[in-house]
């Protein structure tokens, strides 16, 4: 569907202008100055004799250094994967209502363009983004270790990437409500409301808090149907090799994707059969 | 080709009929003008017919197919009444990806630019221009193509009266190339001066379709003038009023015939007609006429 990658195409040539994205940009890439600048690794043979951060001692035990900088890469894989998530969901919400916008859907439907890959556009663009922001994110960061501890691990950007899986299913929700209500406040409230279900309400151990019977059997099915992005979030540390691949990682995943699919087919089904 | 077209728009048990049981046809290489109040239901008809919104009941043909078929729509250049542009694009980004979109070229899209006399605001952000600015760029995205069919929602809406001598000139130039416009304004004037086909639509129903000059026109009332020197007196005996202008005069309620006589009588008087003018309607004439006192 060659329309939707023009659109998606459109959406990025879009984005670039967005104070927003530009902001992001500039904050990782300040950051990496930041850090690159300040953070002084001493290694000698593989071993992690000091670290200094704005010139103060950060520890003083030798340490191998692939041991000693583990937290610090699965810290920052796991910062990478919310702070995407939560920048995603602020800075693209109003993407989709502004394509949806009165005066420019009339135009784009009047255009040799299936409905379907309008949205698909607009998700693929939405989706382009987020990898390329997580990417250059990961990168630099990734780089920016490596330099300093001679430890090349790509955990980070790994946990920017599962950053990007998890937004693919938050953002497939906020397009869908974005369908039905044009509105980028609802949009974005839609996003953090999964976030925030997925990251702290979709977890099994809370079932316990519910009367056994019905109240539990009920909130396991809910909470069955929003992806669990708290344990997405370990795939940075399963990629630094850090923790175990399990099976439960992999259906989360899978189930993330189908949720995200699931969603972007109700946007569809909702964008073919309206009038504008 | 529209025929007995239905569009409810609402809840079930108490729609909104926005057009009712409208049949219409448009002859290939005309212009059509389509008129009416206020909530008359022009957009959805206009709508209707891109596809954008999908009829309740009858049908829609449009250029022989239906408008959900892309090969169809690829042949029409289309102007929403408030078309909203990404502003921080720049004028000929905005024609490029519309270019991208209708399997045009770039060139076209260039042309188009400077059609609409932007040449020189190609690489201008749209967040800039004016409004007259921007609806000119709409119609340049509309024209990319060389579309068969122009569909354009009140194009001369903010334009000076300059640019809209222009876009009657592009208009005239679609036509001579074969194009027909159907075309919705407010401007009853600049829709006598484009189109030779006019439909009336208020409250959703079709009232009165035709050629212009059939709705306006069957004058039974004329202007005359006269020659200085003329006995006005005696041209008042036969029928023709004086006006507010000199040697200017009226004569009302008389048919062809009933007009030639009289002047014959008037020119075996000596009088000499300088100037005969039948009286047309306008539209606005023939719209408020259709609607009547409480509508109007």
Partial sequence: MPSALHIAADLLREAVHRKWMLGLLLAITLAGVLLGWTLQMEVVDGVLASTRLFGLDVGHDLRATDMALRPVFSGTAWFMYVTGLLFGVLACSDFAPEFLAAGRIEHLLALPLRRAELIVGIYLGVLALSVASALYGGVVFTVLFGLKSGIWSWCIVAGALAGCLAFSAVYAAMLASAVFVRSAALSSAIGVALLFAGSVIARPELAALFNAGAPRRWFTAVVSFVPRFWLLGRLGAVAGGFEPLDADLLRTAAGTLIFAGACVMLAIWEFERRDY | MVDALVK????????????????????????????????????????????????????????????????????????????????????????????????????????????????????????????????????????????????????????????????????????????????????????????????????????????????????????????????????????????????????????????????????????????????????????LELMGPADA
């Fill in chain 2, 8 to 287: 409810d728009y609402g809840k079930r048990r108490h729609p909104k009929r926005a057009l009712d049981s409208v049949s219409l046809r448009v002859p290939a290489g005309s212009a059509f003008g389509l008129i009416g109040p206020n909530g008359a239901g022009k957009t959805t008809l206009l709508k209707t017919l891109l596809g954008v919104v999908a009829p309740s009941a009858g049908a829609v043909q449009v250029l022989g197919g239906s408008p959900a078929d892309l090969g169809v729509r690829k042949r029409i250049g289309y102007l929403p009444e408030r078309l909203q542009l990404p502003t921080a694009w720049t004028a000929l980004g905005f024609l490029h990806s519309v270019a991208r979109l209708k399997h045009a070229s770039r060139a076209d899209a260039e042309q188009q630019l400077q059609r609409v006399g932007l040449g020189n605001e190609g690489h201008a952000r749209i967040a800039t221009f004016s409004k007259g600015m921007r609806q000119r760029l709409g119609l340049g995205a509309a024209l990319i193509g060389a579309p068969d069919l122009l569909v354009l929602d009140e194009p001369t809406d903010g334009i000076d009266p300059k640019g809209r001598a222009d876009v009657r000139s592009i208009l005239a130039q679609e036509r001579a190339r074969g194009a027909t416009l159907f075309l919705n304004s407010h401007l009853l004037s600049e829709t006598e001066r484009i189109c030779d086909q006019v439909g009336i639509l208020v409250s959703g129903r079709l009232l009165r379709s035709g050629a212009t000059l059939e709705l306006c026109g069957n004058p039974s009332s004329w202007r005359v003038r006269f020659e200085a020197g003329t006995d006005t007196k005696q041209l008042q005996r036969l029928g023709f009023a004086p006006t507010s202008v000199a040697q200017v005069f009226v004569c009302t309620d008389c048919d062809v015939a009933e007009l030639n006589a009289r002047l014959a009588k008037a020119r075996g008087q000596g009088a000499l007609v300088s100037e005969l003018v039948p009286e047309m309607r306008d539209l606005e004439a023939v719209l």
